[in-house]
Antibody, heavy 118, light 106 residues
Framework: EVQLLESGGGSMQRGGSLRLSCAAS????????MAWVRQAPGKGLEWVAS????????FYSDSVKGRFIISRDNSKDTLSLQMSGLRAEDTATYYC???????????WGQGTLVSVSS | IVLTQSPGTLSLSPGERAILSCRTS???????IAWYQQRPGQAPRLLVY???GRATGIPERFSGSGSGAHFTLTINRLEPEDSAVYYC?????????FGPGSRLEI
């Protein structure tokens, strides 16, 4: 059974930094690209960042480019999101997602809430 | 690429059929389209994708179709548990995007 368990969320001041982690199990982590998707309170889904299976390539939405860094540790089956320069608009539940064929997100974690106050 | 979904909210009765629409601002391959369901308080889950793909455990009542810049999610024989927000999602040029969602009330 695929499981994705996010951690690291919490409350931060504007301009601060936070690191999210996602522990993956139930599938061969090294074979699949991974992603972070967020959802602001009461709003829709927004893709944040993706990383290829090897970690060699990363992709970011314009809203986080230059502030967030996605990475993975294939020896520990862990996905991370280093967030810096946090803004109020970064307040959201952050979901870790496994990708299928790099195109879609076939499994999701339960999310971790990040709240940024000004 | 910008995605728009309609209707914003749809209210139907059990046993009826729901047809949800997703339009893209550019023509894309149907292979790059997916649909998700998000029930209140839950994480999204993949429903259908591509021309005819269905995620593991998803009933045959759910089906996707479309081409070019217009895609639809059809849900037959609605059940109360189908009450949720439905999102379409596209992939293109190393970028992923979601539509704003359609709320379905049963």
């Amino acid at each position: 059974e695929v499981q994705l368990l996010e951690s690291g969320g919490g409350s931060m001041q504007r301009g601060g930094s936070l690191r999210l982690s996602c522990a993956a199990s139930g599938f061969t982590f090294t074979k699949f690209a991974m992603a972070w998707v967020r959802q602001a309170p009461g709003k829709g889904l927004e893709w944040v960042a993706s990383v290829t299976s090897t970690g060699d390539s990363t992709f970011y939405s314009d809203s986080v480019k230059g502030r967030f860094i996605i990475s993975r540790d294939n020896s520990k089956d862990t996905l991370s999101l280093q967030m810096s320069g946090l803004r109020a608009e970064d307040t959201a539940t952050y979901y870790c997602a496994k990708t299928s064929a790099l195109v879609r997100f076939d499994f999701w974690g339960q999310g971790t809430l990040v709240s940024v106050s000004s | 690429i910008v995605l728009t979904q309609s209707p914003g909210t749809l209210s139907l009765s059990p046993g009826e059929r729901a047809i949800l629409s997703c339009r893209t601002s550019q023509t894309i391959s149907v292979s790059y389209i997916a649909w998700y369901q998000q029930r209140p308080g839950q994480a999204p889950r993949l429903l259908v994708y591509g021309a005819s793909g269905r995620a593991t455990g998803i009933p045959e009542r759910f089906s996707g179709s479309g081409s070019g810049a217009h895609f639809t999610l059809t849900i037959n024989r609605l059940e109360p548990e189908d009450s949720a927000v439905y999102y379409c999602q596209q992939y293109g040029s190393s970028s992923w995007a979601f539509g704003p969602g359609s709320r379905l009330e049963i």
